[in-house]
């Protein structure tokens, strides 16, 4: 078998370089290896599977069963759990490379490197949530003596990066409280995104929420060997309830992490729910996504009537899926007031080398950041699915 590389040069710390470096320059190589990274597709086969969609689409799942699978959700999903564990899914230490900013230092320093290029922003005054009950912030006036005295003693000189540092979060103990760098995922089901970072990132520091629609996926995190209370914390939430309430103030998240995730939320529900996280984001705070994107292997392979609505489908064990376009995400983070940092596709062609068959991958890699000043000229959030059905989209 070749080395890890071919057709492209190998980083100079040795380690694999974002989204791989094994390209495909020779057709008549590509069973020499079980995936090949950044594949270009040519425009008969992008036009194929344009072909594909629309004739799995043309068939859509009855309204009541549509019905039953929202309602019944939880279900879907913790019977998926209960059948696979923690079996199904394999660790992802691709994330470090993928994102940095959830590794150990220096990674960590993305906040204090962007409030460098802002030093002229100024630092928002502590203020009330509206996280709902179980969290009680207080108000400006209420914060503690300790702050008011650090706030007197700064220098007018003093940088946004130190202004940073001193910032405290007026709010009652909560967990993970006296972190120096939280980090959230939303959907993280048995921990196989959650324990590498835990693993990985040695930061005193840090400390690292989990939720997870499914309880039987919560539960099998708690009841994790690797779980360690004094540095995570899991716990159940769907992210599409408005009247549940995080366990965090906003304001309070340095990252938070999306992966394969909102795929599974119904498109009208998707802007609400990154609106209301992106609250939870400090000033200059990182959101992560990683998800399917338009034309996937996945989406291909469904059949006539697991078509839900457009690029929406469910699969047979009742679980649903959506396919992303690069542009929908951008809407989906702008207009909850996230700036792009990073929105790119993923393209992979895996290999069964036994089978002699080709499976082509599109995934969707995005990293928004929160502004260091808040944007007053937010427009009011769209509904996902309107947006979609006016872009023709989503019908």
């Known amino acids: 078998m070749a080395g890890p590389s071919e057709g492209a040069p190998v980083a100079p710390d040795g380690k694999r370089q974002q989204f791989g470096s094994r390209f495909l320059t020779d057709p008549a190589r590509v069973f020499h290896h079980n995936a090949w990274d950044n594949v270009e597709w040519s425009e008969e086969q992008a036009a194929a599977a344009e072909r594909k969609v629309q004739e799995n689409s043309t068939q859509?799942?009855?309204?009541?069963?549509?019905?039953?699978?929202?309602?019944?959700?939880?279900?879907?999903?913790?019977?998926?759990?209960?059948?696979?564990?923690?079996?199904?899914?394999?660790?992802?230490?691709?994330?470090?490379?993928?994102?940095?900013?959830?590794?150990?230092?220096?990674?960590?320093?993305h906040?204090?490197?962007?409030?460098?290029?802002?030093?002229?922003?100024?630092?928002?005054?502590?203020?009330?949530?509206?996280?709902?009950?179980g969290l009680t912030i207080k108000e400006h006036q209420k914060c503690s003596p300790s702050l008011e005295h650090k706030k007197q003693m700064l220098p007018?000189?003093?940088?946004v990066t130190q202004k940073l540092s001193r910032l405290e979060i007026c709010a009652d103990e909560f967990a993970g409280s006296s972190a120096t760098y939280r980090i959230l995922e939303v959907g993280c089901g048995v921990g196989n995104t959650v324990f590498p970072i835990l693993q990985t990132n040695n930061d005193p520091g840090l400390f690292v929420y989990c939720c997870d629609f499914s309880s039987t996926a919560i539960e099998l995190v708690q009841t994790n060997s690797a779980y360690d209370?004094?540095?995570?914390?899991?716990?159940?939430?769907?992210?599409?309830?408005?009247?549940?309430?995080?366990?965090?103030?906003?304001?309070?998240?340095?990252?938070?992490?999306?992966?394969?995730?909102?795929?599974?939320?119904?498109?009208?529900?998707?802007?609400?729910?990154?609106?209301?996280?992106s609250r939870l984001l400090k000033p200059g705070g990182m959101m992560?996504?990683?998800?399917?994107?338009?034309y996937d292997m996945a989406q291909l392979r469904f059949k006539k009537g697991q078509c839900l609505s457009g690029n929406f489908y469910v699969r047979g064990d009742g679980t649903r899926v959506y396919f992303f376009t690069q542009d929908e995400?951008?809407?989906?983070?702008?207009?909850?007031?996230?700036?792009?940092?990073?929105?790119?596709?993923?393209?992979?062609?895996?290999?069964?080398?036994?089978?002699?068959?080709?499976?082509?991958?599109?995934?969707?890699?995005c990293k928004y950041r929160k502004p260091l000043m808040p944007n007053t000229s937010e427009a009011p959030a769209p509904d996902m699915a309107q947006a979609l059905s006016v872009s023709g989209l989503f019908s």
């Open 156 to 159: 007018m000189e003093e940088n």
């Open 229 to 277: 209370p004094a540095r995570c914390f899991a716990f159940v939430h769907d992210l599409c309830d408005e009247d549940q309430s995080y366990p965090v103030p906003q304001d309070s998240l340095d990252v938070i992490v999306l992966i394969f995730v909102l795929s599974a939320v119904v498109p009208d529900k998707m802007q609400k729910a990154i609106s209301r996280l």
């Open 111 to 133: 906040m204090k490197d962007f409030a460098l290029e802002n030093k002229k922003s100024e630092i928002p005054e502590c203020r009330s949530s509206d996280n709902g009950p």
């Open 329 to 365: 995400l951008d809407t989906l983070f702008t207009t909850a007031g996230l700036e792009k940092v990073q929105n790119l596709v993923d393209r992979r062609l895996q290999v069964n080398r036994g089978k002699q068959l080709t499976m082509y991958r599109v995934w969707i890699q």
């Open 288 to 294: 992560l996504l990683r998800d399917y994107g338009r």
């Open 60 to 109: 859509r799942v009855c309204p009541e069963k549509q019905v039953d699978y929202e309602i019944n959700a939880c279900k879907y999903w913790n019977d998926f759990y209960k059948i696979h564990e923690n079996g199904f899914f394999k660790d992802r230490h691709w994330l470090f490379t993928e994102f940095p900013e959830l590794g150990p230092s220096p990674n960590q320093n």
